[in-house]
C-alpha cells in the first residue's frame, strides 16, 4: 500500500494532505466538486473523454479509495447511472475563524459539511502560541467527541484578523496582533495534527470564500465582502476566485485615505478610512458626543460605564433612536460608501456584502453607505449592483475556512499550484 | 469541404470567424499559443495526453488547414521533432485604436505579428459613420496593400476611449463621444469584412493586453496600466485576464473623487479625478497661471496661440524648466497618485504602468505618482511594487486589439464562452 491510500481498518495507515493526483484524476475530482454526486456519464460529459477512459479514471480513484458509489441516479432511458461522491471515509477538514474578540472552529467532512462545532470569547492579543494552543485542545474535543482521531484531519483552514502573506501563511505587521509578525501557524497546527495540510488566510478573504459557498452567491463572477468591526477589510472575488493580489494582501481598505487632515491611524498615515468609521472611531465619537452634552442617553450609559463606551453601547442608542448615535452611524456609513464608490467604478463588482459586528448595526449603516455609492459611482457600474447585508453572517468565516482547507486538499502531481 | 476549411487555391470559399474547436482541439491550439512553435511531444506533455491522442488530434487540426509542420526541433536523443505552428494562410487580424485625436491600424498574421501599419490623425467627435468609415478603407488599402482579400480578415480588435458595455460591444454614455452611444461598431465592420469576428474594447483594456503581449509584462499576474490624456482610464490585469467587471466597465478611476470641494465634471459629480488631473485640467490651470502672471513663458504661449493653452504647451514650458508649469505637472501626479495609493491597498498589484498623452511629459509627473502612492499605500502592498512608464508606449493600444481579436479567433463547440 502506498501512503496516498485510504486507511485500512485494521493497521492504520493515514493519508496525508495535499493529496497528489494525475491531472485526469483531478478533472474528475473537479466535476465532483461542482455537482455534489456525479454518474459516470456526466463526468464523461464534462470532460470530453470517452466512456472508457473515463471508467478508467473513476475506477482508479474509487480503488485508491478517494471517491465511492453513492445510490443510482435517475435514469434518462436504460440503467439508472450509479452516482458518485467523495469517500466521507477519507478525512475530515477543520475551519478556524479568528476574530479579534471571539474564536469559532468548526469539523466538517470531506465535502465541507459542518459536522460539529465549537465557539468561545478569545483575546487575539494574547500570545500565538496560547490562543492557537486553545485551537488545537479544541479541535482535539471535537475529534472526541466525533470518534476519530488528529490523523484523519486532512485540512486545517485558518482566518486571522489582520493583513497576511499568502504564500508563507503568516501574518505580516498585523496592527491587533503585533506578537504574531511572522509567527508560523502552519507548523503549530502540523505539529498535533501530522495529515493535515494548514493555510492561512485573512478574515475577510475566508468570509468571502463562505459567502460563495452559502448558495446565494455562488454564480456570482465578481462580488466584494466588507467587514466592518474593530477594522475595516475587503474580501475581493474577481472570476470566482478571491484575489489575493501579488504579496497576498489585496483588500486593505481600511488605510485608504479619506481627509488628510483627519485623525493619526495606528499605520501612521492620516485619515484612514479605518482611524474614521470603524468601531474604535465610532465609540470614541460617542464619547465625544456625551462629554460635549449632544446626547443624555450616551451620556448615562458612558457614566454608568465606568466614563466609556463600545460600540456596542453605540448600537444600543441607535435602537433607542438616540440622534447623536444615528448621526455617527450616517457618518461612518458615508465615509465607508464614499470609499466603496471609488471601489466600484474601478472593480464593477454586481454585488457588496457587508459584514463584521459594526454592520450589525443594522439598517442606518446599509442605508448610508449604498447611498454614498449611488451617488459618487458611475451609472453603468451601480444599474445592476446591489449592496446588502452579508447572507451567511457570522457563519460565512467558519464556513469559508473549511472551503480554503478543502481548497488545498487535492493538487495535481508536479504542479503544486494547480489547485482542484 | 466544410465551410471551417483553410480557402483552396481555385474556387475560394473562406474560413468564418470564430472557428469552432472540439474541447481536445481547443488543448493543443493553447499549448501552441503559449509557446509559438511546439511539437507533438511538448503537447503530449503539457495535455498529458497519450502518443496517439496527440497525433490523432494534431492530425485533424492539419487537416483542417489550421496548423502546420514548420521544419525541426532540436533533438533530445531519437529523431528530431517536428514543429507545428498556426497556418498563417488562414487569415488575418486587424488592430484598430481610436484615440480621442488619432486613429491606428495594423494587420497581423494569426500569430499576432504586425505586416502592416498606419496612423493618422482623427477627431472621435465626428459621427461613428464617418470615423469608422474611414478606417474600413484603412483596413481595405491595407489588404489591397499585402494583396489579400477583405474576406481573409478573420478577427478585427477595436479599441475606444469610452467605456464599453463589452457583451455588446457598444459605448455606454460615452463623455468624448456622445454620438458613439450604442452604436453597433461590430455590425458596421461586419457588413465589410463577411468572416472577420470583431470585438470592441476601451483604450486601456487594450493597452493593459499590449502591455501583456510586450514580453516585459508576459509573466506578471496582477498589474495595472493608468492612461492619462484626455481622461484617465484604468485596465486591470488580475491573475492574468483583463478584468473588466461585472457590466464591462472596470478601471473607470477618472470618476474616482479626490475633492469633494472640487470642480464639476463632465459625469456630474464634483472633484472627480479627471476633472482636476487630466488633460484639460493642467491647460486649464495653465491658462489661470499665465493670467494671474506666475509665469511670462506659459503667458506668451497662450498669447502667441490664440489666448488658449494646450496640455501640449505645459509640456514645452516643462522643458523649459518653467516652474509654474512643474508644479501643475506635480499637482496632477499627486492627485492620480492619491487616487493609485487606495487601488494598490485594495489590488495590491506588483506593477504599474503608467501610459497615455499626458504620461509622456515626463519624469516629474512620474516621480509625483510614486511618491504620493509609496506615502500612502501599505508597507507590504508597496515592498514589491514597481511604477514605470508603459514599455510598448503608443504601440500597446494597436498590439492589444490584435491580442482582443486573437482571443475570440477560436471558441470551442458547444460553449461559446471557452475561449482558447
New interface residues.
Partial sequence: MTQNTAPASTKQKYLKAPVML???EAEVVRALRGNGQTSRVDIAHMT?WSRAKTSQVVNALIEKGYLVQVGEGISKGGRKPRLLSFNKQLGYIIGIDIGATSLEIALADINGSILRRVSEPADVRLPPEELLGRCSMLILELTVAHGIRPEQILGIGVGVPG?V?FTRGVL??PPLMPDWENYPIRNFFKETFLSAFVVVDNDVNIMALGEQRSGFAANL??FLVIKIGTGIG?G?M??R?I???????????G???VDKQGPICR?G?QGCLEAMAAGPAIAEKAMQAASDGKSEFLLKLMESNGGVLTPENVNTACREGDEAALEIIRASGQMIG??L???V??????HIFIGGGIANFGNHLLIAIKRAVL???????T???TISFSRTGSNAGVIGAIMLALEYLFVVKDDPYYLV
Same sequence: chains 1, 2.
Fill in positions: 494525475s491531472k485526469s470530453g493583513p502573506d505580516v505587521a463572477d465578481h475587503c475581493i474577481a472570476g476566485k484575489h489575493r493580489g501579488s504579496d497576498g494582501c489585496a483588500g486593505d481598505i488605510h485608504i485615505c499605520c498615515n464614499d470609499v464608490a471609488g471601489l467604478n474601478f472593480f464593477n463588482p454586481s451617488r459618487r459611482s458611475l451609472p453603468l457600474a444599474t445592476n449592483l
